[in-house]
T-cell receptor
Framework: NAGVTQTPKFQVLKTGQSMTLQCAQD?????MSWYRQDPGMGLRLIHY???????DQGEVPNGYNVSRSTTEDFPLRLLSAAPSQTSVYFC????????????FGPGTRLTVT | DQQVKQNSPSLSVQEGRISILNCDYT??????FLWYKKYPAEGPTFLIS?????DKNEDGRFTVFLNKSAKHLSLHIVPSQPGDSAVYFC?????????????FGSGTRLSIRP
């Protein structure tokens, strides 16, 4: 099993550009989430999904869109990048709800200039 | 308002001694708590968890203690080893009913010195 994979590992965007961060898991987990990690802020939930076709907002959803057309994939779209979105982004999946351990991808480091 | 707080950004402990990492929470609806460990340039990995119906959970060198009345939990690592040097995140959730909504603390960087 590859677990949770994320692409790209690094990305530099100019303000106003859009892009999609890819996330895939091969563990047949129903639950998937996107987090951002900023210095001194820990991990903050952006969006999450409890199954294909179902998504919901987390703590910091503004400026991001998600969709879940398959169990395996959960892409995160930045609609119009802003410097405030400079961060490290982690995708995670879990077999259950909040009581279950999450499996994290290796992260995508995004810089918006 | 941070619902999960790790007030110590960093901690340095001598190899072989006990490391104690602390975490406080404000939401009494949290009923499940987890600790994650993170090395640089990697994603966090699950370490240990505890349900609110327990006050202690042990897994090898790692023990988590929960004090519900004080809304406080701590992670004890005994004995501390060089490979334990990492950032540790405390996380809390409302259990299965809360889907994937987990709130993380800001992390504590643990350094194990020889």
């Amino acid at each position: 099993n590859a677990g949770v994979t994320q692409t790209p590992k690094f990305q530099v965007l100019k303000t106003g550009q859009s892009m999609t961060l890819q996330c895939a898991q091969d563990m047949n987990h129903e639950y998937m989430s996107w987090y951002r990690q900023d210095p001194g802020m820990g991990l903050r939930l952006i969006h999450y999904s409890v199954g294909a076709g179902i998504t919901d907002q987390g703590e910091v959803p503004n400026g991001y869109n998600v969709s879940r057309s398959t169990t395996e994939d959960f892409p995160l779209r930045l609609l119009s990048a802003a410097p405030s979105q400079t961060s490290v982004y982690f995708c995670a999946s879990t077999i259950g709800g909040g009581a279950s351990e999450q499996y994290f991808g290796p992260g995508t480091r995004l810089t918006v200039t | 308002d941070q619902q999960v707080k790790q007030n110590s950004p960093s901690l340095s402990v001598q190899e072989g001694r006990i490391s104690i990492l602390n975490c406080d929470y404000t939401n009494s609806m949290f009923d499940y708590f987890l600790w994650y460990k993170k090395y640089p340039a990697e994603g966090p990995t699950f370490l240990i968890s505890i349900s609110s119906i327990k006050d202690k959970n042990e897994d090898g060198r790692f023990t988590v203690f929960l004090n519900k009345s004080a809304k406080h939990l701590s992670l004890h690592i005994v004995p501390s080893q060089p490979g334990d040097s990492a950032v540790y995140f405390c996380a809390a959730s409302g259990g299965y009913s809360s889907a994937s909504k987990i709130i993380f603390g800001s992390g504590t960087r643990l350094s194990i010195r020889p």
